[in-house]
């Protein structure tokens, strides 16, 4: 499964607190949540940290949500699910298990799993997700706490921070098989493969 396949939920939540409410956004994403884990359940696959976390922040968001009813803004809701993101994406950093491991080790052999370059490169791409999602976090708090910030900042750092992330993604692990193909010869390359989207299928 991609990583844009995994963030789905976060995609139908930005659609549908815009055009419908904030609560009918979380509502969805968490419902989107719930499928992909139980995809992953039925499928006897192991359900990755990014759905699991998306899960627990978007049921967590409902509750809250239905028992407080907020007054939630456009930059409100989300600075709440983007920093829920970016805290996600961070712990996955923290206990040394990169989000993004679990997507490499779909399409790598098992026997690099535990090579430096496999595991530094995995390191390197989550940090710049959350880079990404910093940024997005902090264009929502801009928003609502500076007047003079108008809404579509946010939305156009966020596209860019977001498409940034992609392009990481895609230059990231190519740029550390040029470096290193030599080293590693010209077989099942973990730098290569390490990360999804790279060449090897051509997806994210």
């Not at 995994?6 to 979380?26: C, D, K, N, Q």
């Not at 206990?95 to 026997?111: H, N, S």
């Amino acid at each position: 499964m991609s990583i844009l396949v995994s963030l789905t939920p976060f995609i139908v939540f930005f659609v549908l607190m815009r055009l419908v409410s904030p609560l009918a956004g979380l509502g969805a994403a968490f419902a989107v949540s719930l499928l992909l884990c139980l995809r992953q359940w039925r499928r006897r696959e192991t359900v990755k940290v990014l759905e699991i976390g998306s899960l627990v922040l978007f049921g967590a968001l409902v509750l809250y949500t239905v028992i407080a009813a907020p007054t939630w803004t456009v930059a409100t809701v989300r600075l709440a699910v983007d920093s829920g993101l970016f805290a996600i994406v961070v712990v996955s950093l923290a206990i040394g298990q990169p989000f993004t491991l679990q997507f490499a080790r779909e399409r790598v052999p098992q026997e690099y799993w535990m090579t430096p370059q496999f595991i530094v490169t995995n390191q390197h791409i989550t940090a710049g997700w959350a880079a990404a999602f910093a940024v997005l976090t902090a264009a929502d708090a801009a928003a609502e706490y500076v007047s003079a910030i108008p809404l579509w900042i946010d939305i156009a750092a966020s596209v860019a921070a977001f498409a940034a992330a992609l392009l990481f993604t895609q230059w990231y692990p190519a740029a550390v098989t040029r470096r290193f193909g030599a080293a590693v010869g010209s077989g099942a390359n973990p730098a290569k493969a390490s990360l999804p989207g790279t060449a090897n299928d051509g997806r994210v």
